[in-house]
C-alpha cells in the first residue's frame, strides 16, 4: 500500500495519510518488532478461540492460524519488510497476513483491540525476560558457590567505611552475594507469577459483546487465568514496572559487586586476579590490565535504574484506560531487559575464571589490628573485664602498636602487661587471623566451619 493513502486499518474517516512528522511520532515499528514471536502467538491463540466459539469459520481461523505461522517464518528469516506506514507490529503482521491469505485475515481483529494486544504481547515478553533473568542469576549464584567453596577457609579483610574492621573468609564474602542474589531469585519468581494473567479479550477497554472465550486463550499462553478487569488489563503496566524495579535491586547487587573487583583487582590491592578473557589492556600503557568489564555493568546498571524511573514517568499521569502514552514503555524495558542479562552474564563469567590471590587476602587481613576486637573479647572472656573496659585497654594496645609502627602480635608480652597486668601469654592465640575467624561459629558467621554448612546447603537447593 502507498504511504500517501489513508491507513488501511483505522484509516475509514481519514481523508489523508499521517504528515510524515505524524507518522515519525507514532510509529513503533522501530522497536516494538522484537514482540513479533509474542504477537504472532497472541493471535493464533485467539484465532483458534474465535473458531472454537464460532465467532470465525474453522476454515477461516485455520487460514489465518497458518498464514501466521508464514509470516513468523518470514521475521525469524529476515525476510520480513517492515513499514512504518504500518506503525506497530500488530498492524504490520495482519496486512502481511492479508497479502498472505487474503480476505479472512480480516477477521482476526474480531473481539479484540490493539489494546488488549499490545498488553498481552509485553506481558509474554517480560514474561520470557523473567525466566531468562532467572537463569542468569542461577548461573551466577553457581560461579559464587564455587568460589566459596575453594576458598571456605581462606582469610581476607573485613571492612566497614572500606576500613579494615575484622578477618574474614573469601568463602563468606562470596556467600554474602548468594544471599543476595538469591532474594532477587526470589523477587523475580514472584513476578513473574504476578504477571501471569492474561490482558488478552479486554477488548479496546470495556470487554466484547462477542461471545469469547478468555479462559482458553489465556490457557493456550500459558497465562494462569484472565485478568478480571478489562480496565485494569489494558491500561496497567505494572508488571513491567515490576521487572523494572526487581531488575534494578539485582543490578544494585551486581554493581556493588563489580565495584569491589574493580578495587580488588588494582595494583594497591591485588586481592583477585581477573582472567584475560575477562579483561581488556591499555593501548599505550603496556602494563595495564583492565577490569572494564566489572566497571562496564557498574555504568549499566545506571540505565535499568534510568528505565525504572522513565516507565514510572510514562504512567504517573494517565487517567484510566490506555493512552498513547504507554506505547513508551517499551523501549525502556528491553533496554533493561538486555543490560541485565548480559550483566550477569559478564559477572558470572568474571566469577568463575577469577583467581584470588590467597597470600595476598591473608597479609591484608593481618594488618590494620584487624584483631582487635578478637582481644577485647579475650579480656573480656578471660579477665572478666566488662566490654567497654576491655575496648579502652585495647584501644591502649593498638595505639602502642601504631606508635611502634608494628602489629598486635608484635608487642611482647610485658609491653602488653603495661597497660593491663592481668593479660597472659593465651592472648596472642587470639590475635591470628585464623583463629579469629575460626572462632566466629555464630550462626551466619564466618568461621570456615559455617561457611561449609552454607554453602552445602546451598548446593543441595541449586542441585
Ligand atoms: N503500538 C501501540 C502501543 O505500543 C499499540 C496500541 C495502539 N492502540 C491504540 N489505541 N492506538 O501501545
Redesign the pocket.
Known amino acids: 500500500m502507498s504511504d500517501k493513502t489513508s491507513n488501511q486499518m483505522w484509516g475509514g474517516r481519514f481523508a489523508a495519510g499521517p504528515d510524515a512528522i505524524m507518522e515519525a511520532i507514532n510509529a513503533?515499528i522501530g522497536f516494538?518488532k522484537r514482540l513479533a514471536a509474542q504477537d504472532i502467538a497472541g493471535s493464533r491463540a485467539h484465532a483458534a478461540m474465535l473458531a472454537a466459539t464460532g465467532i470465525v469459520d474453522t476454515s477461516d481461523a485455520e487460514a489465518i492460524r497458518e498464514g501466521l505461522l508464514t509470516v513468523l517464518s518470514e521475521i525469524k528469516a529476515g525476510d520480513f519488510e517492515f513499514s512504518t506506514a504500518l506503525?506497530?507490529i500488530?498492524m504490520n503482521v495482519e496486512a502481511r497476513l492479508k497479502e498472505i491469505i487474503g480476505e479472512p485475515a480480516g477477521r482476526l481483529h474480531t473481539a479484540r483491540s490493539?489494546?488488549d494486544q499490545?498488553a498481552t504481547d509485553f506481558r509474554l515478553w517480560v514474561r520470557d525476560q523473567c525466566d531468562a533473568a532467572e537463569g542468569g542469576i542461577l548461573a551466577l549464584m553457581k560461579a559464587l558457590l564455587g568460589q566459596a567453596e575453594a576458598g571456605a577457609d581462606w582469610v581476607m579483610p573485613g571492612f566497614t567505611h572500606l576500613q579494615t574492621a575484622q578477618p574474614v573468609t573469601w568463602g563468606h564474602h562470596m556467600m554474602a552475594y548468594v544471599e543476595m542474589f538469591s532474594r532477587d531469585l526470589s523477587r523475580m519468581r514472584d513476578a513473574r507469577k504476578r504477571m501471569n494473567e492474561s490482558p488478552l479479550g479486554a477488548a479496546a477497554l470495556a470487554g466484547t459483546g462477542f461471545p469469547i472465550d478468555r479462559q482458553m486463550t489465556a490457557e493456550a499462553l500459558g497465562f494462569d487465568r484472565p485478568m478480571a478487569n478489562s480496565l485494569d488489563a489494558v491500561s496497567d503496566r505494572d508488571f513491567a514496572l515490576e521487572f523494572l524495579s526487581v531488575a534494578s535491586i539485582c543490578a544494585m547487587h551486581l554493581s556493588r559487586f563489580a565495584e569491589e573487583l574493580v578495587i580488588w583487582s588494582s595494583a594497591q590491592f591485588r586481592f583477585v586476579t581477573l582472567s584475560d578473557r575477562f579483561s581488556t589492556g591499555s593501548s599505550i600503557m603496556p602494563q595495564k590490565k583492565n577490569p572494564d568489564a566489572a566497571e562496564l555493568i557498574r555504568a549499566k546498571i545506571g540505565r535499568i535504574f534510568g528505565a525504572n524511573v522513565a516507565l514510572l514517568m510514562v504512567m504517573k499521569g494517565l487517567p484510566l484506560a490506555?493512552s498513547?502514552d504507554?506505547?513508551e514503555d517499551?523501549e525502556q524495558v528491553f533496554d533493561a531487559a538486555d543490560n541485565l542479562m548480559l550483566a550477569l552474564a559478564a559477572m558470572e563469567g568474571m566469577v568463575k575464571d577469577m583467581t584470588a590471590n590467597v597470600a595476598n587476602l591473608e597479609t591484608a587481613a593481618a594488618s590494620g589490628f584487624s584483631t582487635a576486637t578478637d582481644l577485647a573479647d579475650w579480656l573480656v572472656r578471660e579477665t572478666g573485664l566488662p566490654f567497654r573496659d576491655a575496648h579502652h585497654v585495647t584501644g591502649a594496645l593498638v595505639a602502642m602498636a601504631e606508635k611502634k609502627g608494628c602489629d598486635l602480635s608484635d608487642l611482647s608480652l610485658e609491653e602488653m602487661k603495661s597497660v593491663n597486668g592481668t593479660i597472659t601469654e593465651g592472648i596472642f592465640d587470639v590475635l591470628g587471623v585464623h583463629n579469629s575467624v575460626a572462632s566466629r561459629m555464630s550462626y551466619g558467621g564466618t568461621a570456615p566451619a559455617r561457611v561449609r554448612e552454607q554453602v552445602a546447603r546451598w548446593k543441595e537447593i541449586l542441585g
Open positions: 513503533s516494538d506503525e506497530d500488530h490493539r489494546n499490545v490506555y498513547k504507554m506505547q517499551k
